[in-house]
């Protein structure tokens, strides 16, 4: 959750618009390769849940490439729209 529990108590507005935030609270929580990661956004677009698991994806680079098919084993980014309207924007695209 953006904001971690700090946000359940109260907003932390704008945090969600920051892909930074996404991967620090990644690094904070100190998840490594080979860890499940559920990154989850109403509509696939929230900046700093694809920070998340782009920060994920990077971890499970090894020589700097990562094999698509190890990683949908563990890395798993849920959204409630569909892809066509997703792929109009760059930062969903990725």
Same mark, same amino acid.
Request: charged share 30%; hydrophobic share 35%.
């Given at each position: 959750?953006? @904001?971690?529990? !700090?946000? #359940?108590? $109260?907003? #932390?507005? *704008? ?6 935030? *996404? !991967? #620090?609270?990644?690094?904070? !929580?100190?998840?490594?390769? @080979? ?6 956004? /109403?509509? *696939?677009?929230? $900046?700093?849940?694809? @920070?998340?698991? #782009?920060?994920?994806? /990077? @971890?499970?680079?090894?020589? *700097? ?25 760059? !930062?969903?695209?990725?």
């Amino acid at each position: 959750m953006t @904001g971690a529990d !700090r946000a #359940l108590i $109260s907003s #932390l507005e *704008g945090f969600e618009d920051l892909p930074l935030v *996404g !991967r #620090l609270q990644f690094a904070d !929580r100190g998840i490594r390769r @080979g860890d499940v990661v559920v990154c989850v956004t /109403e509509g *696939g677009e929230t $900046s700093s849940v694809i @920070g998340t698991i #782009l920060a994920a994806l /990077e @971890g499970e680079k090894v020589n *700097g490439v990562y094999d698509p098919a190890e990683t949908r084993k563990r890395l798993f980014f849920v959204y409630n729209n569909p892809d066509d309207r997703l792929l109009p924007f760059t !930062r969903s695209r990725r």
